[in-house]
T-cell receptor, first 111, second 121 residues
Framework: RKEVEQDPGPFNVPEGATVAFNCTYS??????FFWYRQDCRKEPKLLMS???SGNEDGRFTAQLNRASQYISLLIRDSKLSDSATYLC????????????FGQGTELSVKP | EAGVAQSPRYKIIEKRQSVAFWCNPI?????LYWYQQILGQGPKLLIQ????????DSQLPKDRFSAERLKGVDSTLKIQPAKLEDSAVYLC???????????????????FGPGTRLTVL
């Protein structure tokens, strides 16, 4: 079993739709959680960190459930420019900050 | 602020040949990472340096891969000899315990370079 697993994609949605990505992690020692965005043929970039209390950044909302070892990302009012691959990432601080990436979920927003 | 620089951007070689990649991290970032990203997968850490010391190389195939960061700044990753399954994008990243990005402090954020796309024929 992979340490970080994400919804298989791709997700094809119309502009303005709300889309949710799910992610589970298997190592309870994971301490920090992130969503990264990766555009086609580009490097990953941090989208947002995920906090236990949940956090929101504009149209993006991230949630963490430590008991269920589950992370989610909600995108509201999706834009064409949101088309990318979304990577769920966990960090084990007791191992020097090593990032463990999920395989990514591709999102395609259509007009 | 200059980002992480990598070269070359693309490389095509035949199997059993050797190849080297270069990375220059963001100035002042003590931690440097090399990741391998195979098509359709997320990046996988190969090696992590703290200054010029290795923190984690547990997933580096040491029979063919080597990496160094001699002066604690630039780093090189080498593959010798290359196999078909080494075809991937090799990403370099750097981080600082408290890095500034656009004027906002983000603890431990890793900043990635554009990557080197390797094709082994």
């Amino acid at each position: 079993r992979k340490e970080v697993e994400q919804d298989p994609g791709p997700f094809n949605v119309p502009e303005g739709a709300t889309v949710a990505f799910n992610c589970t992690y298997s190592n309870s020692a994971s301490q920090s959680f992130f969503w990264y965005r990766q555009d086609c043929r580009k490097e990953p970039k941090l989208l947002m960190s995920v906090y236990s209390s949940g956090n929101e950044d504009g149209r993006f909302t991230a949630q963490l459930n430590r008991a269920s070892q589950y992370i989610s990302l909600l995108i509201r009012d999706s834009k064409l420019s949101d088309s990318a691959t979304y990577l769920c990432v966990v960090n084990r601080r007791n191992q020097g900050g090593k990032l463990i990436f999920g395989q990514g979920t591709e999102l395609s927003v259509k007009p | 602020e200059a980002g992480v620089a990598q070269s070359p951007r693309y490389k095509i070689i035949e199997k059993r040949q050797s190849v080297a990649f270069w990375c220059n991290p963001i100035s002042g970032h003590a931690t440097l990472y090399w990741y391998q990203q195979i098509l359709g997968q997320g990046p996988k850490l190969l090696i992590q340096f703290q200054n010029n010391g290795v923190v984690d190389d547990s997933q580096l195939p040491k029979d063919r891969f080597s990496a160094e960061r001699l002066k604690g700044v630039d780093s090189t990753l080498k593959i010798q000899p290359a196999k078909l399954e080494d075809s991937a994008v090799y990403l370099c990243a750097s981080s600082s315990p408290l890095a500034l990005a656009g004027g906002v402090a983000r603890r431990d954020e890793q900043f990635f370079g554009p990557g080197t796309r390797l094709t082994v024929l």
